[in-house]
T-cell receptor
Framework: SAVISQKPSRDICQRGTSLTIQCQVDSQVTMMFWYRQQPGQSLTLIATANQGSEATYESGFVIDKFPISRPNLTFSTLTVSNMSPEDSSIYLC???????????FGSGTQLSVL | GQQLNQSPQSMFIQEGEDVSMNCTSSSIFNTWLWYKQDPGEGPVLLIALYKAGELTSNGRLTAQFGITRKDSFLNISASIPSDVGIYFCAGPGGSQGNLIFGKGTKLSVKP
C-alpha cells in the first residue's frame, strides 16, 4: 500500500474563491491522480497529474478550473478555482502502486462552498 | 460509456449475518476491484481480482470474478459493527489509473 497525506482534510469556502489541496506520498510514484466524489455519489477521475508536464484531464474537466501541479514524484496539488456551491465535494488524491490497476487513495478533502 | 451497476444500494443487517453484494458491467472487464469507504475517509482497497472465475479472500471477505467477466460478487461473513461503510466495486476505465466505480452499497450493521 502507500501512505498518502492530503491537506486540508476539510474546508468551508466562499463562492468565487480558490482552494489548493496538497497531496504528499511517502515514496516516489510514477502515477498520481485526482478524483472527485460528489455528495452521495461515486468517484470520478478529474485528471492524471504528470510529473514535469501538464496534467491530462478527463472529459468535463478543464485546466482553468482545476489547475494541477506535480513538481516531483511524491507531491501534487489540485486547485479548485472560482468556486461555486456545485464544487462542494470530496476531492481525493490517489496513486498507482503497481501495474495491476491497484489505486490507493488519500483520506480526501471535504470541500463545502457557500 | 462503460457503466457499473452495483446492488443492492443499501443494506441493513443484524450483527453476525452474512452479506452479499454484486456488481455488473456493460462490457467485459479484465480486472475487478472492491473498495470500502468509511465516513470522512478515502476508499480502501479490499480485494483485487484478475482472472475469470477467481475467488479471493481477505479475512471474512470473499470476492469472485464472474466467469462472464461482466460481473463480480463480494461476500462478508459474520458481519460486525466495524463492517459499516460504503462498498464500491471498480474496474478499468480505459486509461491507466482511470477506474470506473459503481455507485456503492451502503452497509449498516445493527449490534
Amino acid at each position: 500500500s502507500a501512505v498518502i497525506s492530503q491537506k486540508p482534510s476539510r474546508d468551508i469556502c466562499q463562492r468565487g474563491t480558490s482552494l489548493t489541496i496538497q497531496c504528499q506520498v511517502d515514496s516516489q510514484v510514477t502515477m498520481m491522480f485526482w478524483y472527485r466524489q460528489q455528495p452521495g455519489q461515486s468517484l470520478t477521475l478529474i485528471a492524471t497529474a504528470n510529473q514535469g508536464s501538464e496534467a491530462t484531464y478527463e472529459s468535463g474537466f478543464v485546466i482553468d478550473k482545476f489547475p494541477i501541479s506535480r513538481p516531483n514524484l511524491t507531491f501534487s496539488t489540485l486547485t479548485v478555482s472560482n468556486m461555486s456551491p456545485e464544487d462542494s465535494s470530496i476531492y481525493l488524491c490517489s496513486v498507482l502502486r503497481d501495474s495491476r490497476e491497484k489505486l490507493f487513495f488519500g483520506s480526501g478533502t471535504q470541500l463545502s462552498v457557500l | 460509456g462503460q457503466q457499473l451497476n452495483q446492488s443492492p444500494q443499501s443494506m441493513f443487517i443484524q450483527e453476525g449475518e452474512d452479506v452479499s453484494m454484486n456488481c455488473t458491467s456493460s462490457s467485459i472487464f479484465n480486472t475487478w476491484l472492491w473498495y470500502k469507504q468509511d465516513p470522512g475517509e478515502g476508499p480502501v482497497l479490499l480485494i483485487a481480482l484478475y482472472k475469470a472465475g477467481e475467488l479471493t479472500s481477505n479475512g471474512r471477505l470473499t470476492a469472485q470474478f464472474g466467469i462472464t467477466r461482466k460481473d463480480s460478487f463480494l461476500n462478508i461473513s459474520a458481519s460486525i459493527p466495524s463492517d459499516v461503510g460504503i462498498y464500491f466495486c471498480a474496474g478499468p476505465g480505459g486509461s491507466q489509473g482511470n477506474l470506473i466505480f459503481g455507485k456503492g452499497t451502503k452497509l449498516s450493521v445493527k449490534p
